[in-house]
């Protein structure tokens, strides 16, 4: 069973494709108002499941963040949020997650939830690292790397100043 737990844990999480992570979520009934859309509040939750798992993926995990010699969090300082159509029930969204940089104590996503290769919603969003006290630290050393050397292939030939 432990090889079955390994594999589905994998699945679930999505997957990465060049700077893109791709997360797919089912619309349950839970997810809808009374007229059988998503509600708006609700691509916000799937964008969290998006850039919870694109960590993942990275074998960035926030509960050894946060139990690490100086715990860190994440939290959302900024988002920009424009809906395009409606998802309905039982519809297969997919949640993309590019990570555009990282600098300081910030770093910068674009997100977008797709629907059969239709455009949903779209949002930018800026997210800081804090420590437990909500103070803004700087991005860990690891995740700064990766985000420099498999996400921003630019900042490896000194193209980009944002990425320091």
């Not at 995990?61 to 900024?78: I, Q």
């Not at 800081?128 to 490896?156: G, N, Q, W």
């Amino acid at each position: 069973m432990k090889d079955i737990d390994y594999l589905v844990e994998g699945a679930l999480s999505g997957f990465i494709d060049g700077r893109t992570h791709s997360l797919p979520i089912r619309v349950y009934y839970e997810d809808t108002d009374f007229s059988g859309v998503v509600y708006y509040a609700n691509y916000l939750k799937y964008f969290e499941r998006g850039r919870s798992d694109f960590m993942r993926c990275l074998d960035i995990h926030h509960s050894e963040l946060a139990k690490g010699e100086d715990p860190l969090a994440f939290a959302v300082a900024e988002v920009t949020v424009q809906y395009k159509a409606p998802a309905r029930i039982d519809d297969v969204l997919w949640v993309r997650s590019e990570i555009d940089y990282g600098q300081g104590a910030r770093f910068y996503l674009t997100q977008r939830i797709e629907c059969k290769g239709k455009l949903l919603c779209a949002g930018k969003l800026q997210l800081v690292c804090i420590d437990m006290a909500s103070r803004p630290r700087r991005l860990p050393k690891s995740l700064l790397d990766i985000v420099r050397t498999k996400f921003l292939p630019e900042y490896r030939r000194g193209d980009v100043t944002a990425a320091s």
